[in-house]
């Protein structure tokens, strides 16, 4: 990946942490789950993370393909303290955020930051 691609995507989620309910992103391959840019913690492992998030859209993917029910659009993970929301940003890259646990009436504001995350990494990416 080109430098000019690489701080854009850097600069994306630097923009993208200040949204309300985000505790962090990461912007990973597809193909490979490799990091293409992160604002996840010190002490994450941001390698397997990486890898994890390609590998859930990858299914999410699949299962849709077997009930005939349309693309996906984003999977959001519930956990006692916190959420996980993945979005596919086009054929190459995916975006994942770690999200606050009770958000209430704004977690349809972050779900929908996320997907405009997505298309914006996919236009960096893809053109």
């Known amino acids: 990946m080109s430098s000019d691609k690489s701080g854009g995507l850097?600069?994306?989620l630097e923009e993208?942490?200040?949204?309300?309910?985000i505790q962090a992103s990461?912007?990973?391959?597809r193909k490979d789950g490799l990091v293409?840019?992160?604002?996840?913690a010190k002490g994450i492992d941001e390698d397997t993370v990486a890898a994890n998030a390609a590998r859930i859209l990858f299914l999410g993917e699949e299962?849709?393909?077997d009930l005939s029910i349309g693309g996906l659009t984003q999977i959001l993970l519930k956990y006692n303290g916190g959420q996980v929301a993945l979005a596919g940003a086009g054929k190459y890259a995916?975006?994942?955020?770690?999200v606050e646990k009770d958000l209430g009436i704004e977690s349809g504001a972050v779900?929908?930051?996320i997907?405009?995350?997505a298309k914006k990494v996919e236009k960096i990416l893809e053109g």
């Open 10 to 12: 850097a600069s994306l």
């Open 16 to 21: 993208f942490k200040d949204t309300t309910g």
């Open 26 to 29: 990461a912007i990973v391959s």
């Open 36 to 40: 293409m840019a992160s604002s996840l």
């Open 63 to 65: 299962t849709s393909k």
């Open 94 to 98: 995916a975006v994942m955020a770690i």
């Open 111 to 113: 779900l929908f930051s």
């Open 115 to 117: 997907q405009s995350l």
